[in-house]
T-cell receptor, first 112, second 115 residues
Framework: GQNIDQPTEMTATEGAIVQINCTYQ??????LFWYQQHAGEAPTFLSY????GLEEKGRFSSFLSRSKGYSYLLLKELQMKDSASYLC?????????????FGAGTTVTVRA | ETGVTQSPTHLIKTRGQQVTLRCSSQ?????VSWYQQALGQGPQFIFQ???????GRGNFPPRFSGLQFPNYSSELNVNALELDDSALYLC??????????????FGDGTRLSIL
């Protein structure tokens, strides 16, 4: 089975940094995704990690440790528009399918 | 580039009825996945279609069924609707090719309410 855990809520100040952690226990692993979802909208792709290490994309970075079953999403220079739910998703268990198992999401609130 | 589009946007049904939700995949994509998202939860995988065949299924009963058409668009059918089926239904498309897999791109979803 798939078990993916992330904090329910986080609050931070505009301009600050926030780190959203995700731990997973899955029957197979073929990569980890982070998506952003604003209320009432579609999830939008942020990052993908399949190998250990840090992937940086502008203000957003994502880290993966496969041996620890752990990932984090780092949001720098927070802006009001970053207030959203952030979803951690594991791909697998087979390498030839595209099943994503999602966590419940972390609601980030950015305050002025 | 046309993104993933879903119809209808909102739908209200009663228990026991049947519903069909539609999805047009993003141009160039050949795989469609359907997810159910309850309020305050992450999306739950229903099933995936690749080359018009089911290519994986989540923990959903057989009354959830689907189709993928030659143009890669897709339908989700749900029979004998139950109150717990009230949710946002998301369609996601992606491209799977020789040694290449791209991130899934989601549509805005269909909000289904069962009375």
């Amino acid at each position: 089975g798939q078990n993916i855990d992330q904090p329910t809520e986080m609050t931070a100040t505009e301009g600050a940094i926030v780190q959203i952690n995700c731990t997973y226990q899955t029957s197979g692993f073929n990569g980890l995704f982070w998506y952003q979802q604003h209320a009432g909208e579609a999830p939008t792709f942020l990052s993908y990690n399949v190998l250990d290490g840090l992937e940086e994309k502008g203000r957003f970075s994502s880290f993966l440790s496969r041996s620890k079953g752990y990932s984090y999403l780092l949001l720098k220079e927070l802006q009001m528009k970053d207030s959203a739910s952030y979803l951690c998703a594991v791909k697998g268990p087979r390498s030839n399918d595209y099943k994503l198992s999602f966590g419940a999401g972390t609601t980030v609130t950015v305050r002025a | 580039e046309t993104g993933v589009t879903q119809s209808p946007t909102h739908l209200i049904k009663t228990r026991g009825q049947q519903v069909t939700l539609r999805c047009s995949s993003q141009s160039g994509h050949n795989t469609v996945s359907w997810y159910q998202q309850a309020l305050g939860q992450g999306p739950q995988f229903i099933f995936q279609y690749y080359r018009e065949e089911e290519n994986g299924r989540g923990n959903f009963p057989p009354r959830f069924s689907g189709l993928q058409f030659p143009n890669y668009s897709s339908e989700l059918n749900v029979n004998a609707l139950e109150l717990d089926d009230s949710a946002l239904y998301l369609c996601a498309s992606s491209f799977i090719g020789a040694g290449q897999q791209q991130p899934q791109h989601f549509g805005d979803g269909t909000r289904l309410s069962i009375l």
